[in-house]
């Protein structure tokens, strides 16, 4: 999550505040949102970049999103939060290397990784905003298939060789998180959904084909109970469900995936479903939609409709949607340009990327989100 620079020095860009507003949805702002019309004002934010040219990898792009103004990510491949729209470097030791913020929790504790210079291990860590120098995980973690963490901080990352997850407590491990039974010893981490308030984990696990020793397609969602109970499986119905993320009272979001060529299917697991799941239509001029989101306690869930092979015509969308009911779009940055969302808060923002007229991906914030979405 973090970049390099020597300590207080830290890149500040400025970015306009774009009032762009799609539709209204035929019933006003979305049930469970926690928010009313006139609540806050609607509208799109674009967040500053860093210096120099656009990366094709990482993303510029919101990761999550914090308390107030707090957001983090990444800009121009380098770890980076922002206040309101003004972007700021985290200072990792290795000015070149890359990175990216993926976590923020209500008290301003941060969480990301960097990749050094001639490394392809990233390096996981946590960061405060003012702090001279960023905190490494302990060793054994490994940052490569995501971090999250929750408001105490503790902060869940996977172990050596991805065969487990390490939850991290003031700097040392707490729990070690190893996969149900059944799973097979050479099983590995594939993503790390999240954490959340409760300590409950999950993930998306995968295995070695065994007669070939190739990765199958074929993966599981998993979830670690935060009183320590055993880890148990959620129900996957494609040849992948991939977790996304983790509410407070253990509702799972994320999709279902049936291989190369198929469709991303929205996925919910709900806390009192006991991990059936259920799958909302996705956006109704997409046939591909993915949640990549959940609000910590308000239910509202941001995500993305995502372009099929057989949608060649189409761009991708950022989404949301309320918990019930179909899920909305929310408005592009620019005509026909691609959007993204990927975190959502309780005080109805998603963050995410979207894509500006000039063809430039931008860091963006839909403020009372659910006041812009809309059904195609």
């Known amino acids: 999550m973090r970049k390099s620079m020597a300590a207080g020095a830290a890149a500040v860009a400025l970015a306009a505040l774009i009032g762009t507003t799609g539709p209204a949805s035929a019933a006003g702002p979305v049930s469970g949102s926690g928010t009313t ?3 806050c004002k609607p509208g799109l934010s674009v967040l500053g970049a860093l210096p120099g040219p656009e990366a094709g990898w990482l993303k510029e792009g919101v990761r999550a999103l914090g308390k107030g103004n707090l957001s983090v990510g990444s800009s121009r491949a380098k770890a980076v939060y922002w206040t ?14 890359s990175g990216e913020l993926l976590a923020v929790n209500a008290n301003g504790l941060m969480a990301g990784r960097y990749t050094p210079t001639g490394s ?14 960023v905190t490494p995980l302990p060793a054994g973690t490994n940052g490569s298939v995501g971090l999250d963490l929750n408001d105490s901080g503790r902060v869940v990352a996977a172990g050596s060789g991805l065969q487990s997850l390490l939850v991290v407590a003031n700097g040392t491990v707490e729990r070690t998180l190893t996969f149900p039974e ?11 959904g999240g954490i959340n308030a409760r300590g409950d984990v999950v993930a998306t696990v995968n295995w070695p084909e065994p007669d070939t020793g190739g990765r199958v397609e074929h993966s599981v969602p998993v979830l670690w109970p935060g009183d320590g109970g055993p880890a148990r499986l959620l129900t996957a119905t494609g040849n992948t469900s991939w977790v996304a993320d983790i509410a407070a009272d253990g509702t799972v979001v ?12 929205p996925r919910v697991w709900a806390a009192a479903d ?16 993915s949640l990549d989101g959940i609000s910590p306690t308000t239910g509202v869930v941001a995500g993305t409709a995502r372009v099929h092979i057989d949608d060649l015509q189409l761009t991708e969308q950022a989404v949301l949607w309320p918990g019930s009911g179909p899920v909305l779009a929310l408005p592009r940055l620019a005509a026909g340009k691609a959007s993204e969302g990927v975190a959502v808060s309780d005080d109805d ?19 009372c989100a659910s006041a812009q979405a809309y059904t195609p």
């Open 182 to 192: 059944g799973i097979g010893a050479d099983a590995r981490v594939e993503h790390l």
């Open 84 to 97: 309101g729209t003004t972007v700021r470097r985290v200072p990792v030791p290795d000015a070149q290397a």
């Open 274 to 289: 006991g991990g059936v799941g259920s799958s909302p239509a996705p956006l109704s001029t997409h046939s591909s939609t």
């Open 120 to 133: 392809s291990v990233p390096v996981a860590f946590t960061y405060r905003a003012g702090d001279a120098a």
């Open 37 to 39: 019309a006139g609540a």
């Open 254 to 265: 994320g999709s279902d995936w049936f291989g190369f060529g198929y469709e991303w299917r």
């Open 349 to 367: 923002r998603v963050g995410g990327s979207a894509v500006n007229a000039n063809g430039k991906t931008r860091a963006v914030i839909w403020k």
